[in-house]
């Protein structure tokens, strides 16, 4: 997307939460509610750990460097610069590091160094009990998206969708502009402060308005859950996917799945994200766009749907809040998603 085409803001007020504890008491009453995890504040810790991919210490020095620039204390974890082949470390090292920053009290939010593959090796055999008294952020996207979808089913708890460690620009003095903002976007979602972003009109946009709780992530990964306990609940949501190296036909047959299944049906909107798309083959076309897939599925329903937005495996990826309150407006002059806390 071109970077002119769109604008994100974000309004720097202060959030306004109740307590935890009145928190998980109005979840008894509404089972639509998330937790919202506290919002840090300098001095706090945010632990790095590699749940899925290797990553070595010097690649994520950068983001150190810039986060603690913002005020905050660093953890790095063990997984950082271990390797087994694709994989930080073995499964048991990712378990028990990643473990370890669920249980440490001193851990605020947990950032992901990157993604990869791996999480769902391991998703199973982590323990929530100490996080679910005490719950944090945890960051991140792609293969980050099982543990998004994973809070959402079983904990309701809220997660921050948004670039990660491997995503930081080498040299911040020397950062494009989109990059500056994107990661900005972290930092403002750590901190409360209300999140509110600007899409250019599309003509295949599907214009409405509604307020209801965001959730989404990569649809490979949400495709791929399906069936297991970190399956989606999507009923009343906005749902917002991405993907990144799928073949068209590949993308169709997801969103097949996640239409099938029932996941498209009691939506309160969707939002399409990036999509890089694998070239075809010649003689292989798959004779549809990206645009002609999705609405495919959808033309049954009718809440709002917006295209192209700034979020995927892209530089425009901007930090979303999982399981929070969202409003979507879809107008004719453009696509507006905000925060309501």
Not at 149 to 162: D, E, F, G, V
Request: with cysteine.
């Amino acid at each position: 997307m071109n970077r002119k085409l769109f604008l994100s803001s974000f309004i720097a007020v202060p959030a306004l939460f109740p307590t935890l504890k009145s928190l998980a008491g109005s979840l008894e009453n509404d089972k639509s509610s998330f937790i919202i995890p506290a919002h840090l504040k300098e001095g706090d810790t945010i632990g790095i750990t590699s749940p899925a991919g290797y990553i070595t210490l010097a690649q994520i020095e950068p983001s150190v460097a810039l986060i603690r620039s913002w005020g905050f204390n660093i953890k790095v974890g063990q997984t950082i610069g271990k390797r087994d082949f694709t994989y930080g470390g073995s499964d048991e090292e990712r378990l028990a590091d990643f473990q370890q920053m669920l249980d440490d009290p001193d851990v605020k939010a947990i950032m992901c160094a990157r993604g990869g593959y791996g999480f769902v090796r391991i998703i199973d055999e982590l323990d929530f009990s100490s996080f679910k008294k005490n719950p944090k952020w945890i960051i991140g996207f792609s293969d980050i998206t099982v543990i998004h979808c994973h809070l959402a089913r079983n904990y309701r708890i809220a997660s921050i969708h948004s670039k990660m460690c491997n995503s930081f620009p080498d040299d911040w003095i020397k950062a494009e502009p989109i990059q500056i903002e994107t990661i900005l976007s972290i930092k403002h979602a750590l901190m409360g402060e209300q999140m509110g972003y600007v899409a250019p009109a599309h003509p295949n946009n599907r214009l409405g308005k509604t307020d209801a709780i965001l959730i989404g992530g990569n649809l490979s990964i949400i495709e791929t859950l399906a069936g297991s306990h970190s399956d989606l609940d999507t009923r009343d949501k906005i749902l917002f996917i991405e993907d990144t190296g799928e073949y068209l036909y590949s993308i169709d047959r997801m969103l097949w799945n996640l239409k099938r299944t029932g996941k498209l049906e009691h939506l309160k909107g969707i939002i399409v994200g990036g999509f890089k798309i694998k070239p075809e083959d010649a003689g292989e076309e798959f004779g549809k766009t990206i645009y002609d897939i999705v609405l495919e599925k959808v033309k049954d329903y009718h809440y709002p749907i917006a295209f192209d937005f700034p979020v995927g495996h892209q530089r425009n990826n901007f930090a979303l809040k999982c399981g929070v309150k969202h409003t979507l407006m879809v107008t004719e002059a453009g696509t507006t998603l905000r925060t309501i806390e």
